[in-house]
């Protein structure tokens, strides 16, 4: 279980260790000019839509060929990748060179999570007994947490313990290996795990994944993107975006922020299992719907109560956004997972969730900014995830079967 779901660690300790630390590595690597820190941004954009191609070409390796060897290979990426950003000359070294291999290092990484959680979501599916699939699934999600909170911990640890000077002459290299020695750990660890008992190789004249997937199981393609939609929006906006949503409209200082950030990691850590286990009683549509009314519902509100300006309300608001969250997350993992046969799951994965993550997560903090900025309604975030909330709960009502479990 370490060895496949520890992966979800590393990919949101790179994550929101490359969120925090972004002034820093704009300097660092591309100057102190004006542009330094949109370049910096953009170059981090660019790596995170490699997500969906990374997925669908390791997807099809691990339909092809099994998902123990994509696995393998997507950690020793992942390794290869942070380690090659600790060790990257600066810009005050080599110039503009600089700016641009940090952006091929962030590529790599990009692509190589974009394989890495679809194969880890299989595997810990098709290894799972019947009856606790949404509650062993769900700790893939869970995981994910820890890296944040890992990533947020050294980030303040650094910065509260080295000036700016050490902090960019060599202190940034540090969180990366850490990051690379993780990896590298887990990369070890997976030497160890057999591959799972659903997985047949595909006989040589067998359609390929791909193909099978178009052609037969374009329901499931539907569903798995309606569900990553929402997953994706109410985390990416309910619980990555709220930092900047509370400088925008409280002017709340960042060491507040901070605080609220890991309050969220923590209700998202402690709530998926519980949901992914209340999926595996009470069957994935039930709860995926209540979820839907849930985030079409209660953001709006939510969102006034933190820019309210009150603690107390703001905390109780930031947590159950959060759990909002935690608990799409949970539930949708194992729900998209099981919308496809075992000879296409990873390739089905690829199309329907892993391109909803790309249009509804990395992207939408920045629209929520730039939409918040031009109307001035503090409602907007809260909007957003009503939106798609509404639209994906239409959607799994006529594409989701009724059962429990898939049969």
Known sequence: MLAVGGATVVEWYDFTLCLYFAPTLSRVFFGT????????????????????????????????????????????????????????????????????????????????????????????????????????????????????????????????SLDAASLEGWGWRVPFLFGAALAGTIWVLRGTISETPEFHQPAADQPSPLAHVLRHERKGIAAGFAISALGSISYYVGITYVPTYLALVGGTDQGLALEFSTLAALVVIAVTPVVGWLSDIAGRKAVLLTLCAACALLPMALFKLIAGGSTGPALGAIALLAALAGGVSAVGTVATVEQFSALSRLSGLALGATSATALFGGLTPFLAHRLQQATGLIEVPGIMIALVALGSGLALMRLLPGGKLRG
């Not at 839509?49 to 020793?76: I, K």
């Open 33 to 160: 000019g004006k542009d330094a820190l949109g370049d910096t941004l953009a170059g981090f954009a660019i790596a995170y839509l490699m997500r969906p191609l990374g997925a669908l070409l390791l997807g099809l390796l691990g339909d092809r060929r099994g998902r123990r060897p994509t696995l393998l290979l997507t950690m020793a990426a992942m390794t290869m990748a942070m380690l090659g950003i600790a060790l990257l000359p600066t810009h005050q070294m080599v110039g503009l060179w600089a700016g641009w291999a940090l952006v091929l290092m962030r590529c790599l990484m990009g692509f190589s999570v974009g394989g890495e959680y679809t194969a880890v979501v299989t595997y810990l599916y098709e290894s799972a007994p019947a009856h606790r699939r949404g509650l062993i699934t769900s700790l893939a999600a869970a995981a994910s947490e820890i890296g944040g909170l890992l990533a947020v911990g050294l980030c303040a640890l650094l910065t509260g």
